[in-house]
């Protein structure tokens, strides 16, 4: 399994991570205007939303990067929490908005990122972990561990 290299550090996503988090995720996909207060309250949103699960309560969000040896977030992913009526009220694992600064890619952090976000999951008692990619995307995903299952359908506004 590999290993952040030396200095690197995963850490929850923090209201200070604005500028880092939202330029790595342009690497991803559109982001848009979104303004730093903007920002601090989806970080406050995901940090008081929780659910019960076995009658503990447990964040149903878990943002995380990757900082490097200096304190810089070169990377970023979310892993959500699901609470089901299927499979006796389980929980489903939803990884989201993996992205890795163009400067840092090549150094498997995205494949650590994604083994950390999946094991979280599984550690909070989710039976299975999902994603959704873009067609270009699934070699890397496989390589992550994950396979293809199903068809994503999607309605946008």
């Known amino acids: 399994m590999p290993s952040l290299p030396p200095g690197y550090s995963i850490r929850r996503t923090q209201p200070r991570d604005f500028e880092n988090v939202v330029d790595t995720l342009r690497i991803l996909t559109t982001v848009g205007d979104i303004s730093r207060e903007q920002f601090e309250d989806i970080v406050t949103y995901w940090n008081s939303t929780t659910i019960n699960f076995h009658g503990k309560q447990i964040h149903a969000y878990h943002p995380r990067v990757i900082l490097d040896g200096s304190g810089r977030v070169i990377a970023t992913g979310t892993v959500f929490l ?19 600064a163009k400067d840092q890619q090549g150094k498997q952090l995205g494949l650590i990122l994604i083994q950390h976000l999946t094991a979280l999951a599984h550690e909070h008692g989710c039976y299975k972990v999902i994603l959704d ?25």
Do not use: Q, S, T
Not at 86 to 96: N, P, S
């Open 82 to 100: 699901e609470r089901k009526i299927i499979h006796e009220g389980g929980l489903v694992g939803h990884v989201e908005d993996i992205a890795v």
């Open 133 to 157: 990619c873009d067609e270009k995307n699934v070699g890397f995903y496989e390589k992550c561990g994950y396979r293809r299952a199903g068809v994503e359908m999607d309605h946008r506004l």
